[in-house]
């Protein structure tokens, strides 16, 4: 079974958590001319909670940042680490559009259809600049991929430059 784990920023301490995603209503809003506004809103981020020897563990939740909230994709890097939605990575591609092995380096990201791919930044150390958005769908066999994490797009945006 594929482990769903998503990764956000705290509203309350700016610190990073790992737990499970859930968009929370405060209010119900009146059908008739009334909309939700951001302050109706919580994103929250549920965890299992510290407990001693066989004592019961209460499942916590901490508000998070709704722009900070990035999905595992289910992949480790090379050092085991986990690659969550809006990782930097640097990948070796080994089967690269026909050239051999390449080196390319973008931000993770899910499309509009839920498929997995990188937003090109650099290949080989060299930037694309193009304004198309140059996309490397992670589909095919994994074995063709070596993923090293670099950061994210919210504490390095320095690694890219799109964001």
């Given at each position: 079974?594929?482990?769903?784990?998503?990764?956000?920023?705290?509203?309350?301490?700016?610190r990073?958590i790992?737990?499970?995603?859930?968009?929370?209503?405060?209010?119900?809003?009146?059908?008739?001319?009334?909309?939700?506004?951001?302050?109706?809103?919580e994103?929250?981020?549920?965890?299992?909670n510290?407990?001693?020897?066989?004592?019961?563990?209460?499942?916590?939740?901490?508000?998070?940042?709704?722009?900070?909230?990035?999905?595992?994709?289910?992949?480790?890097?090379?050092?085991?680490?986990?690659?969550?939605?809006?990782d930097?990575?640097?990948?070796?591609?080994?089967?690269?559009?026909?050239?051999?092995?390449?080196?390319?380096?973008?931000?993770?990201?899910?499309?509009?259809?839920?498929?997995?791919?990188?937003?090109?930044?650099?290949?080989?150390?060299?930037?694309?600049?193009?304004?198309?958005?140059?996309?490397?769908?992670?589909?095919?066999?994994?074995?063709?991929?070596?993923?090293?994490?670099?950061?994210?797009?919210?504490?390095?945006?320095?690694?890219?430059?799109?964001y």
């Amino acid at each position: 079974m594929r482990e769903i784990l998503f990764r956000a920023k705290r509203a309350d301490n700016g610190r990073w958590i790992e737990g499970y995603y859930m968009y929370h209503l405060n209010r119900m809003p009146s059908p008739v001319g009334d909309g939700i506004k951001p302050e109706d809103e919580e994103h929250i981020i549920l965890y299992d909670n510290f407990a001693d020897w066989n004592m019961p563990r209460e499942i916590t939740y901490a508000p998070v940042y709704k722009t900070t909230v990035g999905q595992y994709i289910g992949m480790r890097d090379r050092t085991g680490k986990r690659i969550f939605e809006d990782d930097v990575v640097k990948i070796a591609v080994t089967h690269f559009e026909g050239y051999g092995t390449r080196c390319v380096t973008g931000a993770m990201k899910y499309d509009s259809a839920g498929n997995l791919g990188v937003v090109i930044e650099y290949i080989d150390n060299i930037p694309v600049w193009s304004d198309i958005l140059y996309e490397l769908n992670l589909s095919g066999d994994i074995e063709d991929y070596s993923f090293e994490v670099l950061g994210n797009i919210h504490d390095n945006p320095e690694l890219l430059k799109r964001y």
